[in-house]
T-cell receptor
Framework: AQKVTQAQTEISVVEKEDVTLDCVYETRDTTYYLFWYKQPPSGELVFLIRRNSFDEQNEISGRYSWNFQKSTSSFNFTITASQVVDSAVYFCALSEASGANNLFFGTGTRLTVIP | DSGVTQTPKHLITATGQRVTLRCSPRSGDLSVYWYQQSLDQGLQFLIQYYNGEERAKGNILERFSAQQFPDLHSELNLSSLELGDSALYFC????????????FGPGTRLLVL
């Protein structure tokens, strides 16, 4: 059975601090994709990144970076030099090759960046 | 802007009523997905259509139904509405199947009174 766990319900940081959002997943598939989505206060879901299970290369994109480790089934997301505009709920999600094509979402982490 | 459009943005209705939510996928995308986001259930997959055919079903109630039309837009029909159906309903689209990124529309916020 698949499962995505985001143990951090809420995180508050002061502007310019770095913050890491944790994501742990469970799947029996060897082929799967992992995603991060952002939901700002306006409510829409914004795609941030996708990683497949065969690509453990970590990525940096501007102030965002992702750390994918299959050995610990984790796909963590770091924001460096956080800004107030980063305040949002962040969702980690899993899609499996043998699944029903849908995304399984974690419960989300609410990030508040304090000016 | 993801390119996925949803109408209406907000909907207020009464228990027992029926509503239709509409979604237009990104240009070229063949798959449409519906998700429900509620405070107690989180983000849950409801149903997927691919090129007009139902492809997968999730936790969709029997009172709910959907379809995808030849022009690829999709409608989610919710009937015999209950207070607990109040939620944010998202439509997402992708080029094809599971391995593709799903891009989400802005959502329809449904309030059942």
């Amino acid at each position: 059975a698949q499962k995505v766990t985001q143990a951090q319900t809420e995180i508050s940081v002061v502007e310019k601090e770095d913050v890491t959002l944790d994501c742990v997943y469970e799947t029996r598939d060897t082929t799967y994709y992992l995603f991060w989505y952002k939901q700002p206060p306006s409510g829409e879901l914004v795609f941030l990144i996708r990683r497949n299970s065969f690509d453990e290369q970590n990525e940096i994109s501007g102030r965002y970076s992702w750390n994918f480790q299959k050995s610990t089934s984790s796909f963590n997301f770091t924001i460096t030099a956080s800004q107030v505009v980063d305040s949002a709920v962040y969702f980690c999600a899993l899609s499996e090759a043998s699944g029903a094509n849908n995304l399984f979402f974690g419960t989300g982490t609410r990030l508040t960046v304090i000016p | 802007d993801s390119g996925v459009t949803q109408t209406p943005k907000h909907l207020i209705t009464a228990t027992g009523q029926r509503v239709t939510l509409r979604c237009s996928p990104r240009s070229g995308d063949l798959s449409v997905y519906w998700y429900q986001q509620s405070l107690d259930q989180g983000l849950q997959f409801l149903i997927q259509y691919y090129n007009g055919e139902e492809r997968a079903k999730g936790n969709i109630l029997e009172r709910f139904s959907a379809q995808q039309f030849p022009d690829l837009h999709s409608e989610l029909n919710l009937s015999s509405l209950e207070l607990g159906d109040s939620a944010l309903y998202f439509c997402a689209s992708s080029a094809a199947g599971w391995e593709e990124t799903q891009y989400f529309g802005p959502g329809t916020r449904l309030l059942v009174l």
